[in-house]
C-alpha cells in the first residue's frame, strides 16, 4: 500500500498532471482499496481515474467505461444501487460502441447489472 502511494506520487510527478498512465494508476488503486473494503478510499481513487479520464479521453473510450464499472461496484456493494444503476447503464453504453456484443467487457457489465436489478426486487 505505501509502495503503492509513493509510486503514484512519482508518477505525478513524472507525468502531466492529467496523463491516461496516471489515471490507470489511480484506478488500480480504487481496486486495490476496494478488495480491502476501505470503501471510502476507494471512491475517492475511482472518482479521480474517471475525471481525468474523462478530460482527458474521447467521451466513448473504453478506459471510462472501466472507471465507471468499478465505481458501480463500489456503490452496488454499499447498496446505493440507483447509483450502481446509472454508472453500469453509462459503461454499458459505452462498452457495446467500443466492442462486439460478446466481448467480456460487455459481458461483464451486463451481469452486474442484472445483478443489481435482482438484488432491487428482492
Known amino acids: 500500500d505505501r509502495l503503492r502511494r509513493r509510486a503514484l506520487q512519482l508518477e505525478e510527478l513524472a507525468m502531466s498532471p492529467e496523463s491516461p498512465g496516471l489515471a490507470r494508476s489511480l484506478n488500480e488503486l480504487g481496486v486495490l482499496y476496494y478488495l480491502q473494503d ?34 458501480a461496484s463500489l456503490y452496488n456493494a454499499q447498496e446505493r444501487f440507483s447509483l450502481a444503476a446509472s454508472l453500469y447503464e453509462r459503461a454499458l453504453a459505452i462498452r457495446q460502441k467500443a466492442f462486439p456484443s460478446e466481448h467480456p467487457s460487455v459481458a461483464t457489465t451486463v451481469n452486474q447489472l442484472a445483478i443489481l436489478y435482482r438484488k432491487q426486487v428482492m
Open 38 to 71: 476501505n470503501h471510502e478510499v476507494a471512491e475517492q481513487f475511482f472518482k479521480r481515474a474517471l475525471q481525468m479520464r474523462e478530460n482527458i479521453l474521447s467521451k466513448d473510450h473504453a478506459d471510462i467505461a472501466q472507471s465507471l464499472h468499478n465505481l
